[in-house]
């Protein structure tokens, strides 16, 4: 389902894995239609022009799941005909799921209360405030039991190629990825990547500066007070801004930002876990096991055999 000033990037994210499953597998796994509200033309925000292929409830059949695929920030309100549409497919039970500001639709008609959900990382303040009984997520997918949302853009392509290993298995979801050349299936449970400046936006410049200097040092880390020292400030005027902009202490941060590093690179290299630990700061194989552990409930050999 498209609205104006859908992402064309995104559409063909969540469109195209399923495309090439078919393909791939040698027979039809998924039949793919385009909807609009009226059945017209519509414009994307690249202002390239899809022709759906029914207008709405115009299908054969019930679908079994129905995405809309919406602007990062949608204006105005959601159109009769879609808000009655969307609310008779949830009553049935068909599977709904919110690209880019098609999150956002779904939660103006209260679909998405009592639910994980995400989208794109800049409508997460905006998205909170308006809609304080939809559990959000700053992850990069979120599927919860009949309900699907991403981050837009790309993060559509690694949602899609996971419902598909959800369905065949994972060897035609790996297929899929090799065919689009990607370097692996990044997971839901990882981080949207907002730029620093972002997460900060009101948050003082010496925090900010604080954040890139431990970014900077990940394999040898600074401590509290030498961090403070950089920053030409004392140590509890920097733990004091940790606390206020990031409701943490910046030696749970730092670590934090390592462990993220560390659970990277172990889904991404081939490296030991020996050599992960020394690249993220640990002192020995053990002390990473442990943190890692205590941090993401397995150890790093039960990360890569995941």
Not at 275 to 297: D, K, V
């Amino acid at each position: 389902m498209v609205m104006p000033g859908f992402s064309l990037l995104a559409h063909a994210c969540a469109t195209e894995p399923l495309h090439v499953a078919n393909l791939l597998h040698g027979r039809t796994l998924y039949r793919l239609t385009s909807y609009a509200s009226g059945g017209d033309a519509v414009t994307s925000a690249s202002q390239q022009t899809v022709l759906p292929r029914a207008a709405l409830g115009e299908a054969e059949s019930q679908p079994d799941m129905v995405l809309v695929c919406g602007p990062a920030k949608l204006p105005g309100g959601i159109p009769d005909d879609l808000a009655a549409w969307l609310r008779r497919l949830a009553a049935s039970g068909v599977v709904l799921g919110g690209i880019g500001g098609g999150t956002e639709a779904l939660a103006r008609l209260g679909l998405l209360d009592g639910y994980q959900a995400t989208l794109p990382w800049q409508r997460f303040e905006a998205f909170a405030a308006a809609h304080p009984r939809v559990r959000l997520s700053q992850q990069l997918f979120e599927i919860d039991r009949d309900r699907i949302t991403c981050g837009g853009g790309t993060a559509a392509m690694d949602m899609m190629i996971t419902l598909v290993e959800s369905h065949h298995g994972s060897g035609l979801a790996t297929r899929i990825s090799e065919y689009f050349v990607m370097e692996r299936i990044r997971m839901g449970d990882e981080p949207q990547q907002i730029p620093l400046r972002s997460r900060l936006a009101h948050a003082p410049d010496s925090l900010v500066e604080a954040v890139q200097l431990m970014e900077a040092n990940i394999e040898e880390p600074l401590s509290t007070h030498e961090l403070a020292e950089h920053l030409g400030i004392s140590r509890r005027q920097l733990e004091r801004l940790f606390k206020k902009y990031l409701k943490s202490v910046p030696s749970r941060y730092y670590l934090d930002l390592r462990l993220q590093k560390a659970r990277r690179m172990l889904r991404d290299t081939d490296q030991p876990a020996g050599e992960i630990a020394l690249q993220t700061g640990f002192s020995s194989a053990a002390h990473f096991s442990t943190a890692y552990r205590n941090h993401f409930g397995m150890t790093p050999r039960e990360e890569r055999l995941g």
